[in-house]
Nanobody
Framework: QVQLVESGGGLVQAGESLRLSCVAS????????MGWFRQALGKKREFVAA????????YYLDSVKGRFTISRDNAKNTVYLQMNSLKPEDTAVYYC??????????????????WGQGTQVTVSS
């Protein structure tokens, strides 16, 4: 069992930065693929970024490439999402997710068995 707790959300102006953190509890955390998803008000949840458990390969939503960076610190059981040059369209609740499927398709929510409670990110224009 893995429990995930996100933090770091907030209200910022367009062009500013935020760093989200997700701390995991449970054993063998390093064996999990980690992802970030977001859900804006009235919209479906969408994939944002992911990092694999094997070689730390990273994957991104096209609209955040070059602005967002996902990273993990296995010693701290933490995954980060550094978000730069934020835009109003990035406004959403951001969720951290963990999964250990052998066949890993990082952009699919079905790959992740464990989810955090979410943290609100609001970007004003």
């Amino acid at each position: 069992q893995v429990q995930l707790v996100e933090s770091g959300g907030g209200l910022v102006q367009a062009g500013e930065s935020l760093r989200l953190s997700c701390v995991a509890s449970g054993r063998t955390w390093g064996n999990y693929n980690m992802g970030w998803f977001r859900q804006a008000l009235g919209k479906k949840r969408e994939f944002v970024a992911a990092i694999s458990r094997t070689d730390s390969s990273t994957y991104y939503l096209d609209s955040v490439k070059g602005r967002f960076t996902i990273s993990r610190d296995n010693a701290k059981n933490t995954v980060y999402l550094q978000m730069n040059s934020l835009k109003p369209e990035d406004t959403a609740v951001y969720y951290c997710a963990a999964g250990d499927r052998l066949v890993y398709t990082p952009r699919s929510a079905e790959n992740y068995a464990y989810w955090g409670q979410g943290t609100q990110v609001t970007v004003s224009s």
